[in-house]
């Protein structure tokens, strides 16, 4: 048996299955000499009543130092083949050799070369653990998740979590399949071997660490000096350095959830501020975890219980450095350490978390975002956050339009009710209803207040009228609907739904996670496969460009249209989700995401989305049809002109790079189509840009 991840012994039942006498083979940062005593009681027990031979290694020691980063499948692999005796030591060598080059030949000699360098130092490192003959263990096994977790979490969440779901009865779950949200936050799944320490006095506060976390594990808030009384000893907090006159004097602290954490350190790599007293060090630095583990435990539930900033306070939503303070209500998914996708719907769920509807399209982020047993999608303390759903990878526009023309109905007919019953609800309350604007989050919670109200005064009353309008009364608060999914889908196999969406002119808004391929079934080329770029179904590099989704969505004359890339420009970013969920028609959002699909370094994936941009690969504009009224030309572009060439960009990924191994002519020959597409394509945009105001065009969107 093998346990590449040895986090694992305390979380699921692994020895139950061992047979008798079993080679256990475990992967550990521990030595030799502290393996023992790091194996909880429970195990140790088991491994003396089933005689176990044991044998470790630390797998990721190895892999560091041949170059291979966290990847330590050859090497365990390796290992196996000595201890189990399947094949001839020698011919194993061979063997594993072969399929080195087998597997990743193509991404060039030297990941072949890290590769043969790794298997040939792992036996060196593997090394038999002894057993003594009674436990001497001090850890035992916490439960699956802590007590304070809700009753279904404990009682089903849980089952699944140790992989014993198979015990649940039928009845235990959901009749409707409706999950309660919020979820993950109990999986602590202790998966990072580093993670971020803070150093508040070498932060300049800009939130940047917090935004593009994409597990929305470092987070930061605002609070009074006086809700750090109690604070565990080694929380840490800074002066709070905002502008705004409500936060003088205020606390500022920064902190991250790290058993939550997957170690990717994005948040490091995004940080601007350098420790000027110690070279590469920077405000946050990644640290090991196991000897943080408890006493930041402490801290996160610590930092918790601070009371969140309320709506409003004074701070306008808009920047980096404010929209951080907000509370994600997605988080700890289980997405690949460092996906570029996630970033975007943390952002999203920051800014109108509170009031979204949201249809998802199957890809990685129906399943990161429904990943049973634990969803990451979450509420805030008013038990309000978004209700997500995931409905086919073929029609999820069309499911998401179904949401709006219902919201639109119950609120028309909400709306009637008011009416009809001005008698029994007070004149004041029901214009007021009705006339509430709901153009921004303190609007919003003044219509808030006024239906909690509607439905105290309603409460005892038996009309048919009057229960009626309850029942649909919630839908008197603007929400915010959005439909969701990766470019397979926006692009190509939910593109007449998508279309039809967009030409409807209804208040929906499109959000694509565009990593340029199918990328949950394993990174298949789809229409957003860049020009050259090596996918399944493109092995001699796609052959055509990147279709333009953009501009053809543009040509409705009456849809807002933004492609953003939030390791580009953060402040782009915002700002088009801001102006796609507040314009009243069909909003589409195009978002550069990167993946592992890609071959890149992961932590650098905010660097990679800057050169993509810096190349003129991917431009950033929004395109918005309200600024034909104040006389503007709705496009405005926020790229600059392609100021890297584009190898510089393709050549950093192994999609593109791996073309110039296995056929470097075809290489070379579509590198410079790619280039003088890139060209064209700004060229034709700066052209657009340039244009004066266009006649106008009948404003189609229809406000909810
Ligand atoms: C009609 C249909 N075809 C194929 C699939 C299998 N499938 C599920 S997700 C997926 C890929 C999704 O790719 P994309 O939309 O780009 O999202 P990503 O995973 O990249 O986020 C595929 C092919 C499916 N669910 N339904
Ligand atoms: S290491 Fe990754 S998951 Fe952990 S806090 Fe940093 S960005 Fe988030
Ligand atoms: S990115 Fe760095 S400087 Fe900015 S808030 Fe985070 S730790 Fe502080
Ligand atoms: S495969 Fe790509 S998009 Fe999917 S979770 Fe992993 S990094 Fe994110």
Same mark, same amino acid.
């Given at each position: 048996?093998?346990?590449?991840?040895?986090?694992?012994?305390?979380?699921?039942?692994?020895?139950?299955?061992?047979? %008798?006498?079993?080679?256990? !083979?475990?992967?550990s940062l521990y030595g030799r000499e502290e393996i023992w005593d790091a194996i909880p009681r429970e195990v140790q027990e088991q491994i003396i009543a089933k005689r176990l031979k044991v044998y470790g290694i630390n797998a990721y020691a190895v892999a560091q130092e041949m170059g291979l980063g966290n990847r330590i499948n050859?090497?365990?692999?390796?290992?196996?083949?000595?201890?189990?005796?399947?094949?001839?030591?020698?011919?194993?060598?061979?063997?594993?050799?072969?399929?080195?080059?087998?597997?990743?030949?193509?991404?060039?000699?030297?990941?072949?070369?890290?590769?043969?360098?790794?298997?040939?130092?792992?036996? #060196?490192?593997?090394?038999?653990?002894?057993?003594?003959?009674?436990?001497?263990?001090? &850890? +035992? &096994?916490?439960?699956?998740?802590?007590?304070?977790?809700?009753?279904?979490?404990?009682?089903?969440?849980?089952?699944?979590?140790?992989?014993?779901?198979?015990?649940?009865?039928?009845?235990?779950?959901?009749?409707d399949g409706t999950f309660p949200t919020a979820t993950t936050q109990w999986e602590k799944r202790n998966i990072a071997l580093e993670v971020p320490v803070w150093q508040p006095h070498v932060c300049i506060q800009c939130g940047r660490c917090v935004l593009y976390c994409p597990h929305a594990v470092i987070r930061s808030k605002?609070?009074?000096?006086?809700?750090?009384?109690?604070?565990?000893?080694?929380?840490?907090?800074?002066?709070?350095?905002?502008?705004?006159?409500?936060?003088?004097?205020?606390?500022?602290?920064?902190?991250?959830?790290?058993?939550?954490?997957?170690?990717? +350190?994005?948040?490091? @790599?995004?940080?601007?501020?350098?420790?000027?007293?110690?070279?590469?060090?920077?405000?946050?630095?990644?640290?090991?975890?196991?000897?943080?583990?408890?006493?930041? $435990?402490?801290?996160?539930?610590?930092?918790?219980?601070?009371?969140?900033?309320?709506?409003?306070?004074?701070?306008?939503?808009?920047?980096?450095?404010?929209?951080?303070? $907000?509370?994600?209500?997605?988080?700890?998914?289980?997405?690949?350490?460092?996906?570029?996708?996630?970033?975007?719907?943390?952002?999203?769920?920051?800014?109108?978390?509170?009031?979204?509807?949201?249809?998802?399209?199957?890809?990685?982020?129906?399943?990161?975002?429904?990943?049973?047993? #634990?969803?990451?999608?979450?509420?805030?303390?008013?038990?309000?956050?978004?209700?997500?759903?995931?409905?086919?990878?073929?029609?999820? #526009?069309?499911?998401?339009?179904?949401?709006?023309?219902?919201?639109?109905?119950?609120?028309?007919?909400?709306?009637?009710?008011?009416?009809?019953?001005? %008698?029994?609800?007070?004149?004041?309350?029901?214009?007021?209803?009705?006339?509430?604007?709901?153009? %921004?989050?303190?609007?919003?919670?003044?219509?808030?207040?006024?239906?909690? @109200?509607?439905?105290?005064?309603? $409460?005892?009353?038996?009309?048919?009228?009057?229960?009626?309008?309850?029942?649909?009364?919630?839908?008197?608060?603007?929400?915010?609907?959005?439909?969701?999914g990766g470019d397979g889908w926006a692009y190509d196999i939910g593109y007449g739904g998508l279309d039809h969406v967009l030409a409807s002119g209804r208040n929906v808004n499109l959000l694509v996670l565009d990593t340029e391929v199918y990328s949950n079934t394993g990174g298949q080329a789809s229409k957003a496969t860049g020009?050259?770029?090596?996918?399944?179904?493109?092995?001699?590099?796609?052959?055509?460009?990147?279709?333009?989704?953009?501009?053809?969505?543009?040509?409705?004359?009456?849809?807002?249209?933004?492609?953003?890339?939030?390791?580009?420009?953060?402040?782009?970013?915002?700002?088009?989700?801001?102006?796609?969920?507040?314009?009243?028609?069909?909003?589409?959002?195009?978002?550069?995401?990167?993946?592992?699909?890609?071959?890149?370094?992961?932590?650098?994936?905010?660097?990679?989305?800057?050169?993509?941009?810096?190349?003129?690969?991917?431009? !950033?504009?929004?395109?918005?049809?309200?600024?034909?009224?104040?006389?503007?030309?709705?496009?405005?572009?926020?790229?600059?002109?392609?100021?890297?060439?584009?190898?510089?960009?393709?050549?950093? @990924?192994?999609?593109?790079?791996? !073309?110039?191994?296995?056929?470097?002519? #075809?290489?070379?020959?579509?590198?410079?189509? +790619?280039?003088?597409?890139?060209?064209?394509?700004?060229?034709?945009?700066?052209?657009?840009?340039?244009?004066?105001?266009?006649?106008?065009?009948?404003?189609?969107?229809?406000?909810?």
């Amino acid at each position: 048996m093998g346990v590449h991840q040895f986090g694992f012994l305390e979380r699921f039942h692994i020895l139950e299955s061992a047979a %008798d006498g079993a080679t256990l !083979l475990l992967n550990s940062l521990y030595g030799r000499e502290e393996i023992w005593d790091a194996i909880p009681r429970e195990v140790q027990e088991q491994i003396i009543a089933k005689r176990l031979k044991v044998y470790g290694i630390n797998a990721y020691a190895v892999a560091q130092e041949m170059g291979l980063g966290n990847r330590i499948n050859t090497i365990m692999q390796t290992c196996f083949f000595a201890i189990s005796g399947v094949l001839p030591q020698e011919q194993a060598m061979t063997e594993i050799k072969k399929a080195i080059q087998e597997t990743y030949g193509k991404r060039g000699e030297a990941v072949v070369q890290k590769n043969y360098a790794a298997v040939d130092a792992t036996l #060196a490192q593997l090394y038999e653990v002894p057993v003594p003959e009674r436990a001497t263990g001090a &850890i +035992a &096994i916490p439960p699956p998740v802590p007590p304070e977790a809700p009753e279904f979490v404990q009682r089903v969440t849980a089952t699944i979590i140790v992989g014993e779901g198979e015990q649940l009865p039928v009845s235990a779950l959901p009749a409707d399949g409706t999950f309660p949200t919020a979820t993950t936050q109990w999986e602590k799944r202790n998966i990072a071997l580093e993670v971020p320490v803070w150093q508040p006095h070498v932060c300049i506060q800009c939130g940047r660490c917090v935004l593009y976390c994409p597990h929305a594990v470092i987070r930061s808030k605002i609070c009074g000096e006086g809700a750090l009384t109690g604070a565990p000893p080694a929380f840490k907090s800074a002066d709070a350095r905002w502008r705004e006159p409500e936060l003088k004097g205020k606390k500022y602290t920064v902190q991250a959830a790290i058993e939550d954490c997957t170690g990717c +350190a994005v948040c490091v @790599e995004v940080c601007p501020a350098k420790d000027k007293t110690a070279v590469g060090r920077k405000a946050i630095n990644m640290e090991p975890q196991l000897p943080l583990r408890q006493q930041e $435990r402490a801290n996160w539930a610590f930092f918790l219980s601070l009371p969140d900033l309320p709506a409003g306070a004074g701070l306008k939503y808009n920047t980096t450095k404010n929209v951080q303070l $907000r509370r994600p209500l997605f988080e700890f998914s289980s997405a690949c350490a460092g996906c570029g996708e996630t970033p975007y719907l943390k952002l999203l769920s920051q800014l109108f978390g509170d009031r979204a509807i949201i249809a998802n399209a199957t890809g990685c982020s129906s399943i990161y975002g429904g990943n049973l047993p #634990a969803t990451p999608w979450a509420a805030n303390r008013e038990g309000r956050g978004p209700a997500w759903s995931n409905s086919l990878f073929e029609d999820n #526009a069309e499911f998401g339009l179904g949401f709006r023309l219902t919201l639109d109905k119950q609120s028309e007919y909400a709306r009637e009710l008011v009416q009809s019953l001005r %008698d029994v609800i007070g004149a004041e309350l029901s214009d007021a209803l009705l006339a509430a604007d709901q153009s %921004d989050e303190a609007a919003i919670e003044a219509q808030r207040q006024r239906l909690a @109200e509607l439905k105290e005064r309603l $409460r005892d009353r038996a009309s048919p009228a009057a229960r009626n309008l309850l029942s649909v009364a919630d839908a008197l608060v603007r929400k915010s609907v959005w439909a969701v999914g990766g470019d397979g889908w926006a692009y190509d196999i939910g593109y007449g739904g998508l279309d039809h969406v967009l030409a409807s002119g209804r208040n929906v808004n499109l959000l694509v996670l565009d990593t340029e391929v199918y990328s949950n079934t394993g990174g298949q080329a789809s229409k957003a496969t860049g020009l050259g770029a090596v996918a399944k179904f493109a092995a001699g590099g796609k052959p055509t460009p990147k279709k333009d989704l953009g501009m053809m969505a543009m040509t409705y004359g009456y849809v807002y249209v933004a492609q953003v890339a939030m390791g580009a420009s953060d402040a782009q970013t915002i700002k088009a989700f801001l102006e796609a969920e507040s314009y009243p028609g069909p909003s589409l959002i195009i978002a550069y995401s990167t993946c592992i699909a890609h071959g890149i370094n992961m932590a650098l994936g905010m660097s990679q989305e800057k050169l993509a941009v810096d190349s003129g690969h991917w431009l !950033l504009y929004r395109h918005d049809p309200r600024l034909r009224a104040e006389g503007k030309n709705p496009l405005q572009l926020d790229s600059p002109a392609p100021k890297v060439p584009l190898r510089d960009y393709i050549y950093n @990924e192994n999609r593109y790079r791996m !073309l110039t191994q296995s056929d470097p002519k #075809a290489a070379e020959r579509l590198l410079a189509a +790619a280039q003088e597409h890139v060209l064209e394509h700004w060229r034709k945009y700066e052209h657009l840009a340039k244009l004066g105001n266009e006649p106008q065009i009948t404003q189609m969107g229809r406000d909810a």
